[in-house]
């Protein structure tokens, strides 16, 4: 029983408030708690779930007309980041520690040994927040999830 | 519930013409499943010798690993296949443009 239900009982029983009144708090209550599940999923933060990463290569004002402006417009769903994250666990040992040391070549310090199924979930919610915008003279590239 | 993707939408678009297509993965689906079967038996061997050559168990002991880890490998596999509706990549400049969207 939550804090709000005990409140209106209290008030019931101190006859503060008439059987009618506290029914129709205790159904308010009630419907406030199933809200959630009707609405889009939420993650921890209280943001929506997001459900596509986007990823977006447009020429830039003043290069749309050029020959070799290429458009690129890609939308990843997340479920497939997850399954795809899933499925380093599959690699064997010496792919994985492979994949790491190429990483660590290209200067990115990131061990795959490290990233657990576990870490999935608080992987995808922080790219609730991800939004990178790369503008050359040529390009603007845009990664963001919707 | 996750459901494998049932239709791919193609389109390539070049300087010689349209090429439009649409194609019916649900019916691909029985022939992968078809193909799954008969290769299973090679995909345990693959996986016994692959996986556990490195360990010095009984072979009883590698065939059982070696059968987790090609079901666990199927049943990943399934999951990336189940994920992909919604995937869209649309890649184009001037004269070409190729379209890929799978429902």
Known sequence: ??????????????????VDEASQLLSALKAEASAPENTAEVGTTGKPKPKYLRVTIQPSSGHEHDDDAD???????MSLIRSGIKFTSLLPTEARDKVTEALHDKGIDFDMRNLKPEDIE??????????????SSKEVVKVFVE | MK???????VQIHGEEGRFPLWLPLF???PLALALLIILSPLILIAAVILRARRRQLPPIARASLGMLCSVRCIRTAFDV????????????NRNERIYVYII
Request: hydrophobic fraction near 50%; include cysteine; charge should be positive.
């Open chain 1, 122 to 135: 608080t992987i995808i919610e922080a790219l609730n927040d991800l939004e990178v915008d790369v503008v």
């Open chain 2, 27 to 29: 019916l691909l689906l």
């Open chain 1, 71 to 77: 458009r690129v417009n890609v939308r990843v769903p």
């Open chain 2, 81 to 92: 296949l189940c994920s992909m509706p919604g995937l869209r990549v649309d890649v184009s």
């Open chain 2, 3 to 9: 459901r494998p993707p049932m239709l791919m939408r």
């Open chain 1, 1 to 18: 029983m939550s804090e709000n239900q005990k409140k209106i009982l209290e008030m019931l029983a101190n006859k503060k408030i008439s």
